[in-house]
């Protein structure tokens, strides 16, 4: 079992950076493709960005290429998003997800509970 805890959340102006992470613990972490995905109010859960386990294979929501970078530390744990160029449309709580690949949520084991991000026009 794997637990995923995000953190880096906050409100931040159109235009600026922010980086969020996602820590694991539990067995397997290393084994597992990890996912970012965002769910603002009203709105389905939708993929942001995915990572293999090796780092080899990056894949990214055609809305934020170029803006958003997807990065892991097996080391740490732990797995970044850094999302730079941030725009109102961007405010969503943020998941991380673990085991799976894809644009469908349902493709992935495992979910962290979320950080906000909200963005200021």
């Known amino acids: 079992q794997v637990q995923l805890v995000e953190s880096g959340g906050a409100l931040v102006q159109a235009g600026d950076s922010l980086r969020l992470s996602c820590a694991a613990s539990g067995r397997g972490f290393r084994r597992y493709a990890m996912g970012w995905f965002r769910q603002a109010p009203g709105k389905e859960r939708e993929f942001v960005a995915a990572?293999?386990?090796?780092?080899?294979?990056?894949d990214y929501a055609d809305s934020v290429k170029g803006r958003f970078t997807i990065s892991r530390n097996n080391a740490k744990n732990t797995m970044y998003l850094q999302m730079n160029s941030l725009q109102p449309e961007a405010a969503a709580v943020y998941f991380c997800a673990a085991g799976g690949w894809g644009v469908a949520p349902s493709g992935y084991q495992h979910w962290g509970q979320g950080t906000q991000v909200t963005v200021s026009s």
């Open positions: 990572i293999s386990w090796s780092s080899s294979s990056t």
